[in-house]
């Protein structure tokens, strides 16, 4: 009984090595999206992301309310006020990551290193924008929700330090 199931398993092994990337699908041409007609490079094959759109999103994602009003209660009258704090600093924020791209290019343009001042220098001063806003956002909610704020924030920014690898109480 066993030596069957062994045999089985080789079985499946070796029609999975052979067919992994053969679906029926695909062999007749319906899948990955396409419809029948349309050759690979029409407008529905998949897209490489831009470089400078990746690192203009990263530092968008700086300006996200939610994380740090995660269990905070914001009146209704102060929510408007929020959304738009948050929009504003994302176009900020984005000049951020467009300059970060800028630099990173220029050096791999001229075959060198990228200037780790200058980056560390954005960095900062993202994180200075970063704490404008957050003080913005604490102005609009009620002082027993402060608390509650602030927690958020020391959460975040340790799992970004943790992320980047920045060791615990290096600010």
Same mark, same amino acid.
């Given at each position: %009984? =066993? $030596? *069957? *199931?062994? =045999?089985? !398993?080789c079985v499946g092994i070796a029609v999975l090595a052979t067919l992994s990337g053969a679906t029926p699908a695909a062999a007749q041409g319906r899948g990955m999206g396409h419809h029948r007609g349309q050759s690979s490079d029409t407008t529905h094959a998949? &897209? $490489?992301e831009d470089p400078m759109e !990746?690192?203009? +999103?990263?530092?968008?994602? %700086? @300006? @996200? =309310? $939610?994380?740090?009003?995660k269990d905070v209660r914001?009146? +209704?009258?102060a929510r408007d /006020?929020? &959304?738009?704090?948050e929009t504003s600093y994302r176009y900020a924020? *984005? /000049?951020?990551? *467009? &300059?970060?791209? $800028?630099?990173l290019d220029d050096a791999r343009a001229q075959n060198e290193a990228p200037d780790a001042t200058a980056i560390t220098q954005l960095r900062e001063d993202a994180r200075k924008l970063q704490d404008r806003e957050y003080a913005a956002l604490r102005d609009l909610i009620a002082t027993d929700q402060r608390a509650k704020f602030d927690q958020n924030v020391a959460t975040l920014r340790a799992d970004v330090d943790k992320a980047a690898g920045v060791p615990p109480g290096d600010d």
């Open positions: %009984m =066993t $030596k *069957r *199931r062994v =045999t089985l !398993a998949q &897209a $490489k !990746a690192m203009e +999103k990263q530092f968008e994602e %700086m @300006a @996200a =309310t $939610k994380p740090v009003l914001v009146e +209704k009258g /006020s929020v &959304a738009h704090i924020f *984005r /000049s951020y990551g *467009r &300059a970060m791209q $800028k630099l």
